[in-house]
C-alpha cells in the first residue's frame, strides 16, 4: 500500500472507497477549479453521505416519472434488435444495410456485481470486431468499458457503442430529453457529451493496451433523442473533442494528489464514523469544520452536478462570498471576492485599491442607476 493510498484513506475512513461512474467523472471538467472535490473524490468519499449527515443533502436530480419515460425512451429506440437505432445510425454515419447487426450484452455476468464478466466479453468483441475482416457486427449494446482513474480501474457503461463504421468505432449516447425544433436544451447535451468523452477515453485505453490505434475511436460521439416532444427519435451527431480534451486534463490532476493533501491541517478525516447499523456517529459540528478545511469553489452549476452543493452554498451564502452570483459575475468582479466589499465600493463607503479603481467606477455607476431607477419608479 502507498503513502498516497494510506493518506487518502485516512480521509475516508474504513469504509469502501465509492468509485466514479461516467456521470462523476463528467462533473470533474465542470468545475475543475474545486479542491475540496478533488480531494473528496481523490479519497472515494461518498459526497452525499456528508451532504444527508449535515443536514443539506442535494435534492434528486430527476423524478421517478422523468427517469422511467427515459427508460420507456432508451427501450423503444433498442427495440427488435436496434431496429430504430440502426435506422438512425444509417441517417447519420452513412452505415450501410447488409452490415447491419446487434449484440446484447445485457444478459452477460448477471450474477456479476462486479461487472469483470461483462467487461470480458465487451473487451473480446471489441477486439475481435477490430481485428476481423468482415464486417458483420455493428452495435454493441450494453458494453462495459474500464478506465484507469488516479491508478484504478473503473466501470463505466455507455448505451452503445457503435463500431465497424469505415472501421472506426462511435458512442452512441440515448437521452431523454427532447430536441424541439431541432435545438435541444444546450446545458444538457454539453452533460451528454461530457459523458460520452468519458467512454471514449476508456475505449482508447482498451485498445492501446492492444497495440491498437487510438484513432479508431471517434471524437464524433452520436446522441439519441426525443423529437418535438413525441416518442420520435432523432440522432446528431456532435464533437467531444475539447471535452476528451479536458477530461483527460483532470484525470492527470487526480493522479497527483498529493499537493493538495499537503495543504491539509494534519490528522484531518472525513470519516463518519459509522454504528454497526451504518449509521454515521461523527459530530456534524466537527465534520463541517473538517470540510470548510479544504478550499471550495461553489458556483450556481454545482447543483446540477455534485452532491455537495446545498453543503457549499450555504457555506458561500454565509462568507458573503461573490461565487454565490455565478461565473458571470465573479469574473466581471475579478479581484473581489466578498459581495460586501462589492457593494461598499459601489455605495462609496470603502475606499479602492489601485487595482479596484477601474471596477469601483463601474459599481458606483451602476448604483447610480439604481438609486435614479428606484426614485422615479
Ligand atoms: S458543490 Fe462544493 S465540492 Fe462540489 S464542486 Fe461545487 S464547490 Fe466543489
Do not use: W
Not at 482498451?206 to 439519441?224: H, P, R
Amino acid at each position: 500500500m502507498s503513502l498516497l493510498n494510506d493518506r487518502l484513506d485516512a480521509l475516508r475512513g474504513p469504509v469502501p472507497a465509492k468509485g466514479h461512474d461516467a456521470r462523476t467523472l463528467a462533473a470533474l471538467t465542470t468545475n475543475p477549479g474545486c479542491t475540496r472535490r478533488a480531494l473528496l473524490d481523490a479519497a472515494g468519499i461518498d459526497k452525499d453521505a456528508i451532504a444527508v449527515h449535515l443536514g443539506k443533502p442535494r435534492p434528486l436530480a430527476k423524478s421517478s416519472l422523468a427517469l422511467r419515460s427515459g427508460a420507456v425512451f432508451e427501450q423503444q429506440v433498442k427495440a427488435d434488435g436496434g431496429a430504430e437505432l440502426l435506422r438512425l445510425l444509417r441517417e447519420v454515419l452513412g452505415l450501410p444495410l447488409p452490415e447491419a447487426a446487434h449484440t446484447d450484452l445485457a444478459n452477460v455476468g448477471t450474477q456479476d456485481a462486479s461487472l469483470q464478466v461483462r467487461h470480458a466479453y465487451t473487451r473480446t468483441a471489441i477486439l475481435e470486431a477490430v481485428r476481423s475482416t468482415s464486417p458483420a457486427r455493428t452495435l454493441l449494446d450494453h458494453p462495459i468499458l474500464q478506465l484507469t482513474v488516479a491508478g484504478n480501474p473503473v466501470y463505466l457503461e455507455p448505451d452503445v457503442v457503435a463500431f465497424q463504421i469505415d472501421g472506426v468505432f462511435h458512442i452512441v449516447e440515448i437521452k431523454s430529453f427532447a430536441v424541439v425544433d431541432g435545438q435541444a436544451d444546450p446545458a444538457k447535451v454539453a452533460a451528454a457529451v461530457t459523458q460520452a468523452a468519458a467512454y471514449i477515453l476508456a475505449l482508447r485505453e482498451l485498445l492501446d493496451s492492444e497495440g491498437i490505434d487510438q484513432n479508431k475511436v471517434s471524437d464524433d460521439v452520436i446522441l439519441v433523442m426525443p423529437r418535438n416532444f413525441s416518442r420520435r427519435a432523432t440522432a446528431s451527431v456532435v464533437d467531444a473533442r475539447k471535452k476528451v480534451a479536458s477530461l483527460t486534463r483532470q484525470l492527470s490532476r487526480l493522479t497527483r494528489i498529493e499537493p493538495l493533501l499537503d495543504t491539509l491541517p494534519p490528522h484531518i478525516t472525513f470519516d463518519l464514523a459509522p454504528d454497526q447499523d451504518n449509521r454515521p456517529t461523527r459530530d456534524p459540528k466537527a465534520l463541517a469544520e473538517a470540510l470548510q478545511s479544504t478550499a471550495a469553489r461553489y458556483t450556481p452549476t454545482c447543483r446540477h452536478f455534485c452532491d455537495l452543493a446545498y453543503v457549499c452554498r450555504s457555506e458561500a451564502r454565509e462568507e458573503g462570498s461573490i461565487d454565490v452570483l455565478g461565473t458571470a459575475v465573479r469574473d466581471d468582479l475579478g479581484g473581489i471576492d466578498h459581495i460586501t466589499t462589492a457593494l461598499r465600493l459601489s455605495d462609496g463607503t470603502r475606499e479602492p485599491s489601485p487595482d479596484q479603481s477601474d471596477l469601483a467606477a463601474a459599481l458606483q455607476h451602476a448604483h447610480a442607476v439604481h438609486t435614479q431607477l428606484r426614485e422615479s419608479a
